[in-house]
């Protein structure tokens, strides 16, 4: 799901510099000097792709019990 995020996100920014020229974006928040983020679904989409991303091949490694072997099947031998 992470990879797909990531690659649906970065085919989204592609498009847009295909057909437009350069990225829409979206959200711009800002107040006098004070400038947020500015993005768009795409950037969204990737961000989240690789969060998910490291989150199930880094953070998931360290919690799966070690010396266990997997259970791939229920069924009684």
Do not use: E, Q
């Amino acid at each position: 799901m992470g990879l797909a995020l990531i690659l649906g996100g970065a085919l989204g920014n592609m498009l847009d510099r295909a057909r437009i020229g350069s990225v829409i974006d979206f959200v711009h928040d800002s107040n006098k000097a004070w400038s947020f983020a500015v993005f768009n679904f795409a950037d969204a989409a990737i961000t989240m792709g690789v969060i998910a991303t490291y989150g199930v091949n880094v953070i998931g490694d360290a919690w799966r019990p070690r010396g266990r072997p997997r259970v791939t099947s229920h069924r009684p031998l």
